[in-house]
Structures are given as structure tokens and as C-alpha cells.
């Protein structure tokens, strides 16, 4: 018998229980072990119903998605589903956790499905710019309506056991054990309680309709809308006889496996799992039941939030009356949203801001497991509010910093405990942005790090572990790829036209839109704190300040790159381009066109620049871990898998290349990293050196 593949026989019953941790993923030795465990059974008079289930967490999670792009092996899982649907003998499976992709393939191919209370099923293959492979796309709409099956395939999001019972995709919703269900339900087959619904057998009626209406909807997104247009496809030959259609299926399967939306994805699905591996995995996390969060503005209040929505008590404080009252109704505000988004249940709602207090007093935080500061970033004020803590809080809570870019060494200098001290750089909005940076200090103790990384895993955050520099991952590649449009707006390109380049290569919003929607005001401050340490050979540019001189900050106040009508047009501020063209004259600029191409290629190029040094330098473990910053705190196309992961498919020496002709013109920004330098002439690859690290 196989590893991962058992049978037992009880009677004229059997299970087959798959055991493949961590989830049961249908890799090649658990299809082998599957066909062997058939033949064995259908060889075996004695058989007459069979229990198929899974040991551990969930049923069977999918195909395994480590093995695509590698040679496949037999038998693949389509043939282990064709095996299936045509045993000779009654099969039975029994979901529970999650039955996905591969996994629910499986199950649409026995001859009857039961599922368990609480767990759920999909088909979440266009999640990684893929389509079910198995036979999903063909069998689905047999079991359930047009509808149903169009949005599992095409949308990839799952749905409950109950729903899927009320659709057809199961036959029973059962409580209890899959063990004991796979006997029971092979029981209940062999006395006739439960009959068998072969897929196969059933004829398929699609919805023209609704097809329709999806194709329409599809092809209007452009670019965006292909994974889910070639899905759709595959759907609309299942009314073809089953091997056409399984076959059309199989043909836009490997067509999807060498795409590039499928590389980006699978990379950046990766990619958030891949940052958990870190030098301190193996510290114990220090308990965190009670949480302190200094400073109520937005980011104080989107992080009060966050620990409020997992569970936590909350106390936050602020400096007056009037600036508690703010902080409370924000943080209400925030939690209404939540239950409005579904993040919250309604139930669950007073009970959760019954958690939270707002205080002047800081002696509150003496019971504190973990405090928060979210205060004005000004070094004097961290040390004074740092100082302060030390002071007020019991032994073994852990200080941590929201700086965005200061020097957590620094801060650390205010408090006798530094061990203790760590960033915690949230995202705004804190309660909705996945990304956490867990920013590491020099004398920072191994298990706070840990603390970050459970702490996050609790808010449902991705931490991405990050060395101190200015600005750390993100923002420290922000602040050198943001110069770069600047700098094209000031040769001469519209930037509205960079808006909508930036947006065509998939971003949510271009970055001159982003910075009226962020407040100019902010970046304002920022470029005055760094006037100082700025080199006079950095090309400066000035439209931006010259705008907020003129008291136009962005969207909240209703002018800015762009005129906020409130009808919610959106029209380009005139004043701007006479800020440009003053810019220019003076300089001695003369004003150039863009195509869409170079805009973008100059702006991912700055961006690789940037992410290479922070690479080089420690700053992250790894380029996935760039990756993963872009991906979940910056808004980078999934489907592009991050910066570096963009990087790997542009190709080294292409960007060397690039970098050296950009420098012709102005040789202080465009310097080619050393690593990339070295990766161009080694042949060598992002990806190299995500396996290296
Ligand atoms: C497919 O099925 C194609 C077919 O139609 C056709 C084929 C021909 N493969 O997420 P977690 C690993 S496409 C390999 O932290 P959770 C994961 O990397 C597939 N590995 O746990 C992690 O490893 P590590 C369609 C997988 O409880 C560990 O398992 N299916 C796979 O938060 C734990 O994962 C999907 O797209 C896999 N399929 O969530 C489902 N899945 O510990 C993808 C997980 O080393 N998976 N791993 O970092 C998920 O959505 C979640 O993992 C799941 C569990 C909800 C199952």
C-alpha cells in the first residue's frame, strides 16, 4: 500500500483515506496511490460501496501546485478522475475543510458526495491564472445551474457545504467524523439510503444568458478579464460529449500553465507563505491578550482597529479630551464599516467595542502585553513617548514602533530594554491592508520577532521581516522609483498620460492620482525633512511643492494634480502645467513626448534599481520577500508576481541595459546595482536567489 493512500475493508464496505499533509494536495504519489487502492478494491468481489476521504485539515486542497511546470508524471489527475467516475463499484466522497480545484475534481467524478457541516468547496484554478484542468469545467455544470457554475469557475472564491448542497454539487450535508462518514455513507449506498448521481450521466443545459452576460462582462476588462474568458470557454464546451469537452479543457489547461498570469500568480501565492520562513521561526511568541496603541490619527486608529477586529482588548491613548472623542468615533466609524464589509459580524459588534478604551492617562498600559506607538514622526517625540513606556509598562511587554522610516536603533536608545523593542509598520488603511513589515532592530530578542510574525498571522496580515534603513522595504523603493515619474513629467510627459500607462500595466491607481488621494502635503514634508541630506548632484523637482504652496493638497481639499469636482469628476488642474512650464524654462528643459512603453519600462526598471540594493543589503531576506511588500502593501499586479519576480522575466542584462542608457542623460539616479551587474554577467536569476536564501 502507498504512503499517503490507505484502504480498509469492513464487510462488503471499504474507505480509501488519504493522508498527504499539510493538505492533501493530489501530487503524483497520492494519485498513485489512489489507482492502486481502486484496483485493489474493484479486484475484490467482495466490495460493493466505497468511502473515499482524506485525514488531517481538509479534504484534498487541489492539484499540487509545486509539481506545475515540471515534466507530469503518471497517472495525471485528470485519468485518476476518469478512473474514478468509472469504477465499477459505487464511490462515495466525504468533504470536509476545504475541497478545492483538483480536490472537488476528485469528488465530482464518484458516483455520490457528502459533505461536512462548516467546510466549503471551489474551484479557485483561475486564483493562479489557471482553470480547473480535471474535468471541473465539464462536470460542474452538469451537477449545478449556469449560474452557480459560471461564478465558482470564473470568480474562483469558494462557497459553503450548505450552499453547495442547496445547488446540487453535493447530495448530503452530514456532522461528524470523515472516518466514520466515509463507512457510513458507503453503508447507506449498499442499503440503498443514499442513491448514486453519476455526473457523467446527467445532461447539461447551460443558460445562454448568462454566458453571454460573463463574456460581455470579461471582455470588457481587457487584459484583465482573460484568465476568466479563457475559463469561460472551457464552460461553454461542456455541452459537447464529455471527452470533447474534457478535452478542450485539458488543451486551454496547458495553454493556461505557460502563461504569464499563471507565473506571476503561482509566484506571488508563494510568495505569501514564503515569508514566514524566517531566522527566528523557531523563538516561542510571547502571549499577547492586551494591547496598547499610542496615538489615535488615522494609522492609530486603523491599528486600534486591527487588534479589535482579532479579538483584542484595546487601549488607546491620546493627548486631550477632544482628541479621545476623535480616535473613539474614527475607530467606530472603522468598525461599522467592518460589519457593512462582512468583516464583522453584526452579533459580534458591541462585544467588540465594548474591548476598546480611549485614554489621556498612559498608567493604563501598565498591564499591557504589547504597545503600539503611532505617534508624529519626529525622533524626540518617539523618544519621549518611548521613555515614558518604559517607565509605565511591566516587564516582557514589547515596545513596537509604527515609524514608517525612522531609525529603530535610534528609538531603541530611549528605552533600558531594547531587546524588547520592534516595528510594527502598518499600512493604511491599518484595518484593511495586508501588509505588515515586522522591522528588526540590532538588539531586538529573537522571540519578539516572533511575537510580530503570530501577531500578524492573528490580524490575518502577511509580515514581511525587514532591516532597518530609511524607510525599510517599501518605503525606502517608494522614495527612489517615485523620482522617476517626476522626473518624466518634467522632459516632458503628461502625467496624466503616466497615470494611465502605470494604470494599463495594472496598477489600481496612477502614482500622480495616488498622491492627491495621500495628501501632497505629506510627500511636501517628507522632501523638507530630506532637503538637507539631499546630494547636489539629485535632480530636484518642484511642481509638487509649488502645488501645495498654493494651499492644493490633494483630494481632501478638492484640488491638487487633479480638480475633485463633487459630482466626482475628476479634470486636471491648469495651474500644473504652468508650474511645469515655469520648471522648465528655468532649468532649461525642453520638453520631449513619452510613449506608454518607456513610462513604464523607466518606472519598473527605478523600482527593480531600488529593490536590488535592498536585497544587497540585507534589508530583506529575500527577493520574494520584495515581492510580497509590492504585492500586499502597494497595490503591485498580482498577476505580475511582484517587482523582482517582473524582474526575472525582463531579464537581467535587459535592465543593465536599460539602467546605462536611461544614465546617459542623468547618471547621479540611473546606477546599476551591483547585484544586478553580477546576476546580468553570471547568467543568474531572482529566482536563483530565492533558493539560495
Ligand atoms: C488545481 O487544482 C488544478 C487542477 O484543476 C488541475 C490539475 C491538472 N499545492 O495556505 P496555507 C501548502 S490548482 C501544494 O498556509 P491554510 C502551502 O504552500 C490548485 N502546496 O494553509 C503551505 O506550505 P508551507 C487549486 C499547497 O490552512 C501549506 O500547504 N487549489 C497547496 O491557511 C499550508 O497552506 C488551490 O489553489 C497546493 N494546492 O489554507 C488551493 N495548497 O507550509 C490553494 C496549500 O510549506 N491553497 N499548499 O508554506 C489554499 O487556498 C490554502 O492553502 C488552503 C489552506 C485554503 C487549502
Not at 499 to 517: H, I, K, R
Request: charge should be negative; charged fraction near 25%.
Amino acid at each position: 500500500m502507498s504512503d499517503v493512500v490507505t484502504f480498509q475493508k469492513y464487510d462488503d464496505i471499504a474507505t480509501i483515506c488519504i493522508d498527504n499533509p499539510p493538505v492533501n494536495a493530489a501530487g503524483h504519489a497520492m494519485r498513485q496511490g489512489v489507482v492502486a487502492a481502486l484496483d485493489a478494491l474493484e479486484a475484490d468481489p467482495q466490495i460493493k460501496a466505497i468511502g473515499l476521504y482524506c485525514a488531517g485539515r481538509t479534504f484534498v486542497a487541489g492539484a499540487d501546485i509545486r509539481e506545475f511546470g515540471k515534466p507530469p508524471q503518471a497517472p495525471i489527475l485528470p485519468d485518476v478522475c476518469t478512473r474514478l467516475e468509472n469504477s465499477s463499484k459505487p464511490i462515495v466522497a466525504v468533504l470536509h475543510g476545504t475541497a478545492l480545484g483538483g480536490g472537488l475534481e476528485l469528488a465530482l467524478c464518484c458516483q455520490a458526495r457528502v459533505g461536512l457541516v462548516g467546510s466549503k468547496v471551489g474551484l479557485p484554478e483561475v486564483n493562479l491564472g489557471l482553470l480547473p484542468g480535471s474535468g471541473g469545467t465539464a462536470r460542474l455544470p452538469r451537477l449545478t445551474d449556469t449560474k452557480t457554475a459560471v461564478k465558482m469557475i470564473t470568480g474562483g472564491a469558494p462557497i459553503s457545504m450548505a450552499e453547495a448542497r442547496d445547488c446540487g454539487i453535493i447530495d448530503r450535508l452530514e456532522e461528524g467524523d470523515p472516518a466514520e462518514l466515509a463507512q457510513r455513507m458507503a453503508r447507506d449506498i449498499v442499503a440503498g439510503n443514499l442513491t448514486p448521481r453519476v455526473t457523467k450521466d446527467l445532461a447539461v443545459d447551460l443558460d445562454a444568458e448568462v454566458i453571454q452576460a460573463a463574456r460581455a462582462k470579461f471582455t470588457a476588462m481587457g487584459s484583465k478579464g482573460a484568465v476568466a474568458l479563457r475559463a469561460l470557454t472551457a464552460i461553454e464546451s461542456a455541452t459537447q460529449p464529455l471527452d470533447t469537452a474534457l478535452a478542450t479543457e485539458r488543451a486551454l489547461f496547458i495553454a493556461a500553465l505557460d502563461s504569464d498570469e499563471h507565473h506571476g500568480l503561482k509566484h506571488a501565492f508563494f510568495a505569501e507563505r514564503a515569508v514566514a520562513n524566517i531566522p527566528e521561526a523557531a523563538a516561542t511568541p510571547r502571549d499577547i491578550n492586551k494591547v496598547g496603541v499610542i496615538g489615535g490619527g488615522t494609522m492609530g486608529s486603523g491599528i486600534s482597529t486591527a487588534m479589535l477586529l482579532a479579538g483584542l482588548p484595546v487601549t488607546v491613548i491620546e493627548t486631550a479630551e477632544d482628541r479621545v472623542e476623535f480616535a473613539k468615533k474614527t475607530i467606530l466609524g472603522n468598525l461599522a464599516g467592518a460589519v457593512k464589509r462582512g468583516k464583522l459580524s453584526a452579533d459580534a459588534h458591541d462585544a467588540t467595542v465594548a474591548r476598546l478604551s480611549v485614554t489621556t492617562d498612559m498608567q493604563n498600559l501598565s498591564d499591557a502585553d504589547l504597545v503600539v506607538e503611532a505617534v508624529f514622526e519626529s525622533m524626540e517625540v518617539k523618544h519621549e513617548v518611548f521613555g515614558k513606556l518604559d517607565a509605565i509598562c511591566k516587564p516582557g511587554a514589547i515596545l513596537a514602533s509604527n515609524t514608517s522610516y525612522l531609525n529603530l536603533n535610534e528609538i531603541a536608545k530611549a528605552v533600558k530594554r531594547p531587546a524588547d523593542v520592534i516595528g510594527l509598520h502598518f499600512f493604511s488603511p491599518a484595518h484593511v491592508m495586508r501588509l505588515l513589515e515586522v522591522v528588526v532592530a540590532d538588539k531586538t530578542a529573537p522571540e519578539v520577532v516572533a511575537t510580530g510574525f503570530a501577531l500578524a498571522k492573528r490580524l490575518k496580515k502577511v509580515a514581511v521581516r525587514a532591516g532597518v534603513c530609511d524607510g525599510f522595504i517599501g518605503n525606502r523603493i517608494l522614495a527612489h522609483y517615485a523620482k522617476s515619474t517626476g522626473y518624466m513629467m518634467l522632459d516632458g510627459a503628461d502625467y496624466a498620460q503616466i497615470d494611465s500607462a502605470l494604470e494599463g500595466f495594472g496598477a489600481a491607481m496612477g502614482p500622480f492620482s495616488v498622491g492627491d488621494l495621500a495628501g501632497l502635503d505629506i510627500g511636501w514634508a517628507e522632501r523638507k525633512r530630506r532637503a538637507p541630506l539631499r546630494p547636489p548632484e539629485e535632480r530636484l523637482v518642484e511642481v509638487a511643492d509649488r502645488i501645495c504652496e498654493a494651499g492644493n493638497f490633494g483630494r481632501k481639499t478638492g484640488k491638487g494634480y487633479y480638480i475633485y469636482g463633487e459630482d466626482g469628476s475628476k479634470t486636471k488642474n491648469p495651474d500644473v502645467a504652468k508650474y511645469i512650464a515655469a520648471e522648465q524654462a528655468a532649468k532649461g528643459i525642453t520638453p520631449r513626448s513619452f510613449s506608454d512603453e518607456e513610462i513604464v519600462n523607466r518606472y519598473i526598471t527605478a523600482m527593480i534599481s531600488e529593490a536590488a540594493r535592498v536585497v544587497a543589503d540585507g534589508i530583506a531576506l529575500r527577493p520574494i520577500d520584495v515581492d510580497a511588500v509590492f504585492l500586499f502593501g502597494y497595490g503591485f499586479p498580482r498577476r505580475r508576481g511582484g517587482p523582482l519576480c517582473y524582474a526575472d522575466k525582463i531579464g537581467a542584462q535587459v535592465l543593465v541595459d536599460r539602467i546605462k542608457t536611461y544614465a546617459k542623460d542623468d547618471p547621479y539616479y540611473w546606477q546599476v546595482p551591483a547585484l544586478l551587474q553580477k546576476m546580468a554577467d553570471d547568467g543568474t536569476t531572482f529566482a536563483d536567489l530565492n533558493k539560495e536564501r
